[in-house]
């Protein structure tokens, strides 16, 4: 059975549509849900944002131009916002994930070197 569900499968919207995609899964270990864009021009998958549980994080350059927000643990779904009207270079495919985080701190990845 497929675990992540991602709403709506398809859209094709006009210059004024405000746009708003959701991503579910029904994994209980999953308390992480990823965005991640494919255009035509690249493609590569490269990652937009994610959802740690509560705790939303968007890439650097989609900064702007997508908000992510939800709960990827308790309520088990997060949402992919376009706050602005969507441009050309946004016309892409995208798709969601869902994933155990698995975070972790090497100290000494930590350290600055002084010089």
Same mark, same amino acid.
């Given at each position: 059975?497929?675990?992540?569900?991602?709403?709506?499968?398809?859209?094709?919207?006009?210059?004024?549509?405000?746009?708003?995609?959701?991503?579910?899964?029904?994994?209980?270990?999953?308390?992480?849900?990823?965005?991640?864009?494919? @255009?035509?021009?690249?493609? /590569?998958? #490269?990652?937009?944002?994610?959802?740690?549980?509560?705790? +939303?994080?968007? *890439? $650097? %350059?989609?900064?702007?131009?997508?908000?992510? @927000?939800?709960?990827?643990? /308790?309520? #088990?779904?997060?949402?992919?916002?376009?706050?602005?009207? +969507?441009?050309? *270079? $946004? %016309?892409?495919?995208?798709?969601?994930?869902? @994933?155990?985080?698995?975070?972790?701190?090497?100290?000494?990845?930590?350290?600055?070197?002084?010089?």
């Amino acid at each position: 059975t497929d675990k992540v569900h991602q709403t709506p499968t398809a859209i094709l919207t006009g210059p004024e549509d405000k746009v708003n995609l959701t991503c579910s899964h029904t994994d209980s270990n999953y308390n992480m849900i990823l965005w991640y864009q494919q @255009s035509a021009q690249n493609t /590569a998958l #490269k990652l937009i944002g994610y959802v740690w549980n509560t705790s +939303p994080t968007v *890439e $650097d %350059s989609f900064k702007g131009r997508f908000d992510v @927000s939800g709960d990827a643990a /308790a309520n #088990k779904m997060a949402y992919l916002h376009f706050p602005k009207v +969507p441009e050309a *270079e $946004d %016309s892409a495919v995208y798709f969601c994930a869902a @994933s155990e985080a698995q975070c972790f701190t090497i100290p000494s990845l930590l350290y600055k070197n002084p010089l």
